[in-house]
């Protein structure tokens, strides 16, 4: 389990500095499809018991 933990993390970390790429540029497209991509993580997490702090605020409410 902990490569898939290490890949979940190393792509979240990814997810995230794309994210705010597009937040500076202002590519409300790419916000929205990396926004999404964070939510998925999020889900399949919790999914499987893995706590990413970084993915609290992408999580359903």
Do not use: C, K
């Not at 999020?42 to 999580?59: D, S, Y």
Request: charged fraction near 30%.
């Amino acid at each position: 389990m902990t490569e898939f933990v290490d890949q979940i993390r190393q792509r979240v970390n990814d997810a995230l500095g794309d994210l705010a790429d597009a937040q500076s540029a202002g590519d409300d497209y790419r916000v929205q499809v990396h926004t999404g991509e964070l939510e998925s993580f999020a889900r399949l997490a919790a999914e499987n018991g893995i706590r990413v702090p970084e993915l609290e605020p992408f999580q359903a409410a």
